[in-house]
């Protein structure tokens, strides 16, 4: 350095602020005091992040329009921030702070809408047809043949608790990626027999997924990726992403089924796939406990 001149003072960045449409699964986390987090995950279309918390995983997915709307996500306009897994972030008081942007909810979605009053032959009737369309998509899921998959739908399908519980146990965590394919599949299960078992009006449906849920969100940290136990805890209260969801308005006669299922379909390398298999078997379980009997 020159005798007589200053030292040159790096000035920190500014946040760049901005704003996003956020899941009501947030609400709580996003309004409690400030809390650390970390990247799990970065991609173009998201970012997901991990809140440090005593109870169940706490993800959040920091998303732009084109990807797809999970249910503990905040949508937003502007780009992802550049970040890299590992680095910190905060969440709360409002906001969630990650690389050099600031993010505020400026409305709120719901990722669990009721479906309303459902005629079961309306049901009986969409179920060969998600069938028929699952057979003829190229898109197979990616546990398919697997006994623990025959044993869940069979489970459902009776209301039985010992097969159902046993093979939910047994798919828990099942299959490589962020999501595993078991995981997708219990989920596609769960909120299929909440929604449209509420839709319809078939208690047992709505007992089994309270049962099941129990069973899949029990240790679901330990067992499996943390972003997907943070999505099996949202399907055990009934929350999914939007083309879940559209997929249940088109079996309920609200929207059209087979384009809502084609887009479904196209998610990932086989998590649409799988999603959609756990909607069948949820859908097939819901016609049959209309008039069926439990077994514990």
Known sequence: MTVGTRPRVQRARPRTEATGAASTALRRLLESPRRPARVLAAFPAGVYLEVRTE?????????????????????????????????????GDG???VGRLSLRAHRWWDPAPPLGPVDPARLAAALPQLAGLCERSARRPGLEGNGAA?????????????????????LVGLGPGLTPSGDDMLAGVLVALRH?????????????????????TFDA???????????LHCAARGQASGEVLAV????????????????????GH?????????????????????????EH
């Open 95 to 97: 906001s969630i702070e």
């Open 55 to 91: 109870l169940e995983p706490q993800v959040i997915a920091v998303v732009t329009g084109t990807a797809t709307r999970l249910p503990n996500a905040m949508v937003v306009t502007g780009p992802m921030p550049r970040v890299a897994v590992g680095d910190e972030a905060c969440v």
């Open 196 to 216: 449209l078992g509420t839709a319809a009006g078939a208690g047992r449906a709505v007992w089994l997924a309270d049962w099941l849920a129990a069973a899949v």
């Open 221 to 231: 940290r330990g067992r499996t990726t943390p972003i997907s136990a943070a999505l």
């Open 248 to 267: 249940l308005r088109g079996l309920a006669g609200r929207q059209a089924l087979e384009p809502a299922l084609q887009r479904l379909l196209q998610l």
């Open 150 to 170: 025959g044993l869940l739908a069979e489970g459902c399908a009776r209301a039985s608790l010992l097969h159902g519980v046993t093979a939910a146990e047994q």
């Open 270 to 294: 086989t998590s649409g796939a799988d999603l959609a298999w756990g909607l069948r078997i949820g859908l097939a379980a819901v016609v049959n406990l209309g008039v069926g009997t439990y």
